[in-house]
């Protein structure tokens, strides 16, 4: 069955200060890895998605990466407007197109 | 405005009763995805519809139901509701390649 873990649960940085979220998977086969950013009470907004080992993709201050069993989502310089839930999801080779996600990393950046 | 919309964005019910989700698609996404999160869960996929037809089904529950009509919208029908389903409820769009796109949700409290 696959399982994706997101570690931490929880982080706070003061604003300027960079971090790596981590997700860790099993799958048996990758089709994608995909990151999410979810804002309270709110859907799920896409960020990024990873098709293999070695990929990079940045979008402003976040950068992901992706190993055979892990992807890393950098924030480098992190400003408040970027406290939200990162969500990480597998999507696997066999079957259809559903995204098995995590539970999420909940980031606060402070002024 | 993400292109998905869902109504109604909030729903307080008895349990024991039946209630309807409605999600009408991005233009142009053939594929809706129906989701449910709740704080303890996180977000686990429930079902899956392709132009009218299930392709795959998740953790839904036999008091779950839905489908989608020629028009592509969809529907997520919840009977003899417990205190238990109450979660927010996401329905997605896509593709089929993965690259979601989310609604707001509709946020469900069973009493």
């Known amino acids: 069955e696959d399982q994706v873990t997101q570690s931490p649960e929880a982080l706070r940085l003061q604003e300027g200060e960079s971090s790596s979220l981590n997700c860790s998977y099993t799958?048996?086969?990758?089709?994608?890895l995909f990151w999410y950013r979810q804002d309270p009470g709110k859907g799920p907004e896409f960020l990024f998605t990873?098709?293999?080992a070695g990929e990079e993709k940045e979008k402003e201050r976040l950068k992901a990466t992706l190993t055979k069993k892990e992807s890393f989502l950098h924030i480098t310089a992190p400003k408040p407007e970027d406290s939200a839930t990162y969500l990480c999801a597998v999507q696997e080779m066999a079957g259809s197109y559903q995204l098995t996600f995590g539970k999420g990393t909940k980031l606060s950046v402070i002024p | 405005d993400s292109g998905v919309t869902q109504t109604p964005k909030h729903l307080i019910t008895a349990t024991g009763q039946r209630v309807t989700l409605r999600c009408s698609p991005r233009?142009?996404?053939?594929?809706v995805y129906w989701y449910q999160q709740s704080l303890d869960q996180g977000l686990q996929f429930l079902i899956q519809?392709?132009?009218?037809?299930?392709?795959a089904k998740g953790n839904i529950l036999e008091r779950f139901s839905a489908q989608q009509f020629p028009d592509l919208h969809s529907e997520l029908n919840l009977s003899s509701l417990e205190l238990g389903d109450s979660a927010l409820y996401f329905c997605?769009?896509?593709?089929?390649?993965?690259?979601?796109?989310f609604g707001s949700g509709t946020r469900l409290t069973v009493v």
């Open positions: 990873l098709y293999s």
């Open positions: 233009s142009g996404d053939l594929s």
């Open positions: 799958v048996s086969g990758l089709r994608g």
């Open positions: 997605a769009s896509s593709v089929d390649n993965g690259n979601y796109t």
């Open positions: 519809y392709y132009n009218g037809e299930e392709r």
